[in-house]
Nanobody, 124 residues
Framework: QVELVESGGGLVQAGGSLRLSCAAS????????TGWFRQAPGKEREFVAA????????EYADSVRGRFTISRDNAKNTVYLQMNNLKPEDTAIYYC?????????????????WGQGTQVTVSS
């Protein structure tokens, strides 16, 4: 059974930083590309960042590029999202997702497995 568990969310002031983790189990993690998505209250879920299964390629939404960094440690079956210079508009539930492919996609419907999410709240 594939399981993804996010952690690291919390409350932070604008300009602060958080590091989210997505721990995977139940599948050969290094075979899966992984993405981070977020959903703010009253809004649709949106793409944030993604990383190829090897970690050699990444992609970011324009709204977070230069502030967020996605990385992975396949030995630890974990993907990270380092979030710096956080803004109130980054407030959302953050989800990680994986797909059985070398390559990521920006479309959430192309992901096979999802975590339960972790809340990030940025105060102004």
């Amino acid at each position: 059974q594939v399981e993804l568990v996010e952690s690291g969310g919390g409350l932070v002031q604008a300009g602060g930083s958080l590091r989210l983790s997505c721990a995977a189990s139940g599948h050969i993690f290094s075979n899966y590309a992984t993405g981070w998505f977020r959903q703010a209250p009253g809004k649709e879920r949106e793409f944030v960042a993604a990383i190829s299964r090897s970690g050699g390629s990444t992609e970011y939404a324009d709204s977070v590029r230069g502030r967020f960094t996605i990385s992975r440690d396949n030995a630890k079956n974990t993907v990270y999202l380092q979030m710096n210079n956080l803004k109130p508009e980054d407030t959302a539930i953050y989800y990680c997702a994986s797909r059985s492919s070398s390559w990521y996609r920006r479309n959430e419907y192309e992901y096979d497995y999802w975590g339960q999410g972790t809340q990030v709240t940025v105060s102004s």
